[in-house]
């Protein structure tokens, strides 16, 4: 079994690696995405690959936003929205977190709340929250508030959602950021199951009749056997990663959720995540670890800072 900070360096690493791995194969159809073998950092030749111009092992804005956040909780020392809105709208004007500092893929919602920030709107209103306004981007960064949190599952939850309405404010997306912050704690924690054991937590927390209990069980419905197609809608993408972490041990996941296609960084970064603090950071292939772009200037000082931190 992986030690506790062994799960926490990989689930850094499996989130950060399983960006840049999807990367190449973004936007792209399930049909044209290649075989599993020939899936890595650099495509097979021939195959057009989005973001051209882009070297291989290079993280993009689901990377840079978690490093943000990551940055400010180590910083701050408490999730603080208006410095996590601060250093979003850096990386978007400023290539903060950035590799190279070049800021190459913005989702629609989050160019619209970065520009309430820089407006002057309060962090905890910025976020669009219509309910089309639903795609994954507050999903793809909240990893390390779970690695970083030492409050109690009520706690947790309650952060993610309010870390979500920074760029996305809809009750959904705060549902699936909360989810999936239950789901890595109880991952972190060796669970055996800790999907259903996330669910069961969530239900505890938020009786029937709550906001966040009526999204979970009317739009996100933990227990459904739909399976997830690796788009850019919230819900999907959370049980894209719910199925992809089932497969088999972290690269086998990470290209799973490439396989499916569409919003593939997002996707495999959701389910590496997971992966990389299930498996342990020793389980991640070292051609990849080695090959990752950006680590030594921004990830491994954090890294080494969070896992100097003492137990809560």
Known sequence: MPTRQARIE??????????????????????????????????????????EGVPPGTWSDDGAHALCLLASLLYRGTLDVEDLGRRLVN????????????VFDVGIQTREALANVRAGVPALEAGPSGEQENGNGSLMRVLPLALWHQGDDAALARDAMLQSRVTH?????QACCALYCL????????SANAWADAVATFRALYPEGTAPREELEGAVRPDSPDTGRGSGYV?????SAR???????????????????????????????????????????????RALRGQEEWLRPMVEQLLARPPG
């Open 91 to 102: 990386w978007y004007e400023l290539g903060y977190m950035a590799v190279d500092y070049e």
């Open 243 to 289: 199925d992809c972490v089932a497969v088999g041990p972290y690269e086998r996941v990470v290209k799973a959720a490439i396989a499916l296609g569409h919003d593939t960084d997002t996707t495999a970064a959701v389910a590496g995540g997971i992966a990389g603090l299930r498996d342990g950071i020793q389980a991640i292939p070292e051609r990849w670890r």
């Open 183 to 190: 789901w890595a704690r109880r991952t972190l924690e060796g």
């Open 169 to 173: 404010g809809h009750p959904r997306s």
């Open 10 to 51: 990989g689930g850094l690493y499996g989130l950060l690696i399983g960006d840049a791995l999807g990367v190449p194969y973004e936007f792209h159809p399930p049909a044209r995405i290649p075989e599993l073998a020939l899936i890595e950092f650099e495509p097979p030749t021939g195959f057009s690959r989005a973001h």
């Open 235 to 239: 819900v999907d993408c959370l049980r």
